[in-house]
């Protein structure tokens, strides 16, 4: 068991919606031995994700590259990683930026993890599994066969692949989110989830808007995602943190894909109000791009141990609107 108390953890990303939400279940544990390390500017809404954090020191992504590649004294107190700090646009077209944001700064805290024998966490992505067509399998090795759809799932799994093949997935562990969304994603603007856009829609307009679909097989708002809520993503990636004998790429979704319509009548339940849901055509420049079906298995991650039982979408849903959206809330408040 590797244990949390000992010593620092770095969360990368720590001030965006999977890594605020990190260090808020880290604080949980009533700790606060973290650095937190992320790009902030001052009254921007990620500044709002950390009022209600408590961590040791802060620092900007550009510094801790400085420390590993000097291998730094200032990190003898490190001993757990925890990075998820990426550029996470599934339309980002500079194929060089995400080379160096999410390839090549993956590869150096890795490195210099394995080095100083601290154990070593980074966020992978089912952006990785692309249309889905060679499978969803965390417990298949063959991932060579995988086929991203977008810059973004490629530099994902570039990472993955070195990892493979320097031998790296035997000490550290790659995390495969889903659908996640919940509290403390409003700072990514068009890249938030659904449930944030449709809420503010349902406020201005009292209806919300999905994408029709392309394909004849699946129907207007039909296409079915794995949605995992905010809460699960940080309890299942804070289990594997303290379980060191779990390495290798692990899939974090719910393990039951909902549709879109799931969703959208999720939401205005939560809300207390009929269902008004129109459809509006997919951009283009997405319909070739865009993933009709995922859904997780995680059974590599229930047969390590992981006996915690989820979030429905619905009680997911209900939670989100209810506890966070309406009273306009940050988790920790």
């Not at 291998?71 to 998820?84: G, M, N, P, R, Y």
């Amino acid at each position: 068991m590797h244990d949390l108390k000992d010593g620092v953890t770095i969360v990368t990303g720590g001030a965006g919606l999977i890594g605020s939400a990190t260090i808020w279940g880290i604080n949980n544990q009533n700790l606060q031995n973290v650095w937190l390390v992320d790009w902030v500017e001052e009254d921007s809404l990620k500044q709002k994700n950390l009022d209600n954090l408590q961590y040791q020191r802060f620092l900007d992504a550009k510094v801790l590259r400085e420390l590993i590649r000097e291998k730094s004294d200032d990190l003898s107190e490190v001993k757990t990683i925890i990075h998820l700090g990426a550029c996470s646009s599934t339309t980002e077209t500079n194929k060089a930026y995400l080379e160096d944001n999410n390839f090549l700064y993956t590869q150096e805290i890795c490195e210099w993890s394995l080095d100083s024998n601290v154990r070593f966490i980074y966020a992978s992505s089912a952006a990785t599994y692309g249309d889905g067509s060679a499978g969803m399998d965390d417990q298949d090795e063959d991932i060579e066969k995988l086929s991203p759809l977008n810059l973004y799932g490629w530099s994902k799994h570039n990472f993955d692949l070195l990892a493979k093949e320097r031998g790296w997935l035997d000490r550290i562990t790659g995390l495969k989110y889903f659908n996640v969304y919940g509290p403390n994603e409003e700072h990514k603007g068009d890249m938030r989830s659904v449930v944030s856009k449709a809420y503010q829609q349902i406020a201005q307009t009292g209806k919300m808007s999905l994408f029709k679909s392309h394909r004849p097989e699946y129907k207007d708002g039909e296409q079915k995602r794995d949605f995992l809520y905010i809460k699960d993503a940080v309890q299942m990636t804070l289990w594997l943190a303290q379980n060191e004998k779990a390495t290798g790429l692990f899939n974090l979704g719910n393990g039951l894909a909902r549709t879109w319509l799931d969703l959208g009548i999720s939401i205005f339940s939560a809300l207390k109000k009929d269902a008004q849901i129109e459809f509006v055509e997919m951009p283009e420049n997405l319909r070739d791009k865009y993933q009709y079906f995922t859904q997780a298995k995680i059974e590599k991650l229930r047969n390590q141990g992981y006996k915690h039982d989820l979030f429905s979408l619905e009680e997911a849903v209900g939670d989100y609107v209810s506890n966070y959206l309406i009273p306009d809330l940050k988790l920790g408040n």
